[in-house]
């Protein structure tokens, strides 16, 4: 039985679907079996790309499960999830890639979690930027750091939005028992709220350094597209689908709790977000008219 267990679904990317594949391989830790759930794609496809690992001791850590016809990325999910044996969970999607060390550092930060009720970890990420061009390669667009300020995973600050990838969360199976698995009738934001509902329970630390890389693409239909662009407007819909059922639980409960914050905290956050956007505004006003001034002096002279 492997001591973690990684969960990759993929559905008709042959182009992405080995680089994720090498990500995986290329851990320091060794003591992990990989799940790929191929949603309905092409079965041929994916076989190739695997078949890439043999005559590599990896191979065998490697199973694929073949689903007739998409079910969704949830469901995708938990069909890896049941599939697998390890005491350690982890999402890996065919678009996203790890640096060598993430496994080793987000496995040893649990095995010295600062107190029991941490179940799970995260690592701040890269944000990579990138398309796919005609001859099939992937050219790198945009580097930057995805979210830098995140030192600590709090409850409330989920609320407003998700503040990592699934890329980036490894967490402890036994959390499975208390908060169930990931909701299959979300096409989109299944990640959101699965965290949601983990926070509610659990605790997440946090590991300071970019060991996971958030791949996106501009694309906005077809198999390469990702779901906060391509998807971008369901991810509307279901954002509000999801904060009004908890706080619809709330009204009906006659109680303040996760529905309530999922319906103040993003005003607050908006509110936030202009007050500073108008301070910039004040100090970029204030530099022009200091700067007028220096002219005007100047041409007093």
Request: proline fraction near 5%; charge should be neutral; glycine fraction near 10%.
């Amino acid at each position: 039985m492997a001591h973690v267990s990684i969960i990759m679904r993929t559905k008709d990317r042959p182009q992405l679907l080995p680089r994720a594949l090498a990500s995986v391989v290329s851990q320091t830790y060794p003591d992990w079996e990989l799940i790929v759930v191929n949603d309905g794609g092409n079965p041929a496809t994916v076989e190739k790309c695997v078949s890439m690992l043999d005559g590599s001791p990896a191979r065998s850590k490697v199973s694929v499960i073949n689903n007739p016809k998409s079910l969704g990325m949830e469901a995708a999910s938990n069909c890896g999830i049941r599939a697998s044996n390890g005491g350690l969970l982890v999402i890996h999607d065919d678009d996203d890639s790890w640096q060598p060390d993430f496994l080793s550092e987000t496995i040893g930060y649990l095995a010295n979690k600062p107190y029991p009720e941490v179940a799970g970890v995260v690592s701040r990420s890269l944000r990579i930027v990138e398309s796919i061009e005609a001859d099939g390669s992937i050219k790198t667009l945009e580097r930057s750091e995805f979210n830098p300020w995140l030192e600590a995973v709090t409850l409330g600050r989920m609320t407003g939005d998700n503040c990592f990838p699934p890329i980036a969360f490894l967490y402890e199976r036994r959390v499975l028992d208390k908060i169930g698995y990931y909701r299959e009738d979300l096409p989109v934001l299944g990640d959101w709220d699965f965290n949601l509902r983990f926070l509610l329970y659990f605790d997440i630390g946090v590991l300071l350094k970019n060991l996971s890389n958030y791949h996106i693409r501009h694309a906005t239909e077809g198999a390469y597209g990702n779901s906060i662009t391509a998807g971008r407007y369901d991810h509307a819909i279901y954002n509000s689908r999801v904060r009004n059922e908890y706080l619809r639980r709330d009204l009906e409960e006659g109680k303040i709790g996760l529905g309530y914050c999922l319906a103040v905290v993003p005003e607050l956050l908006g509110v936030s977000r202009q007050v500073g956007m108008t301070q910039k505004g004040l100090a970029t006003s204030l530099q022009v008219m200091q700067g007028l001034a220096g002219l005007m002096r100047g041409g007093a002279r």
